[in-house]
């Protein structure tokens, strides 16, 4: 595995977007699902989910609070297999299939909940990284070439960390060492839904930045959910809004967040940066693009001002 190397790029340069896309490894045709259904409880998260994952990108999914985003992903890895109506397709089994080797599916696509760290149950760093390894089945010196390259990946040292206990760590490192335990499974999609909140803003570029970096130099797919538009502007190939359990819009970050009044109008912002340059051309100063970045706006206004 190759080791990573901080990069100011991976944040503050726009991604490029993938023009060449890989086979759909997730796909999403029509998803409806209620919780507690039939019940005086029933809820119905899912009326309507369709969407497609490529092979090696970064996709966002957006949407207000309760809008059934965690949802979605949860029947990404089979935590929800009950739907009512639909079809998931993951790396082309039919999750409905009741044949399917669910513990495979939950090593091929790894998913890290908003408070990761509230998950970890070893008192060892290094054991709790294993625990994934170990379930599969895998020898000693391979758990633990596991264990040294996800620790590396999220930035953790692994003769520093490995025989700490999980209780002396702080909020910060509880959250990698929680991710790293889903990276020692080696996936082939790595689902965050909402995993940055509550990490301070150096934590959460560091944390982005290593990600990208998994996704570039190893060819990770990448699911982001998240309430931080500026944070999925920066990362995002794509992005899909859900409202209501429903699709309401998708495409590249620039499309989504070249429309603010759309947005508006599903409880969503856009980009600080963005908004600038919005009001910008609304004064009669339009951008030669959206930016997403505040590298980005910093290159349009140069060529403004020069021109």
Avoid: C
């Amino acid at each position: 595995m190759r080791s990573f190397k901080k990069s100011k790029d991976v944040w503050n340069k726009r991604r490029r977007v993938v023009n060449t896309r890989g086979r759909v490894i997730i796909q999403v045709n029509d998803l409806h699902h209620t919780y507690l259904r039939g019940t005086p409880l029933e809820v119905k998260a899912l009326k309507g989910v369709t969407m497609e994952i490529y092979e090696g990108e970064v996709v966002g999914i957006i949407g207000r609070t309760g809008a059934g985003k965690s949802t979605i992903v949860q029947h990404f890895n089979g935590l929800i297999r009950n739907r009512e109506r639909g079809r998931v397709i993951v790396d082309g089994h039919d999750m409905a299939d009741p044949s399917l080797d669910v513990r495979a599916i939950r090593q091929k696509v790894g998913l890290v909940f908003q408070h990761p760290e509230q998950q970890l149950f070893e008192r060892l760093v290094g054991d709790d990284i294993a625990f994934g390894p170990k379930k599969m089945g895998l020898p000693p010196e391979v758990r633990r070439e596991r264990v040294r390259w996800a620790m590396e990946m999220v930035g953790l040292d692994f003769e520093k960390f490995k025989d700490r206990f999980t209780f002396s760590l702080s909020g910060g490192e509880m959250r990698k060492v929680a991710i790293a335990g889903v990276l020692a499974l080696q996936p082939k999609v790595l689902i965050l839904d909402e995993s940055t909140t509550g990490i301070d803003p150096r934590g959460r570029k560091e944390l982005l930045s290593r990600m990208l970096h998994l996704n570039r130099e190893h060819g990770v797919t990448l699911v982001f959910v998240s309430s931080n538009m500026d944070e999925v502007a920066s990362i995002a190939d794509r992005i899909y809004v859900i409202d209501d359990g429903r699709t309401v819009m998708h495409g590249t970050a620039r499309e989504i967040f070249a429309q603010p009044e759309a947005l508006r109008r599903y409880g969503l912002g856009v980009p600080h940066v963005t908004t600038v340059a919005h009001r910008l051309a609304q004064n009669g100063i339009p951008m030669p693009r959206v930016p997403l970045t505040v590298a980005e706006a910093e290159e349009d206004i140069w060529k403004i001002l020069s021109s």
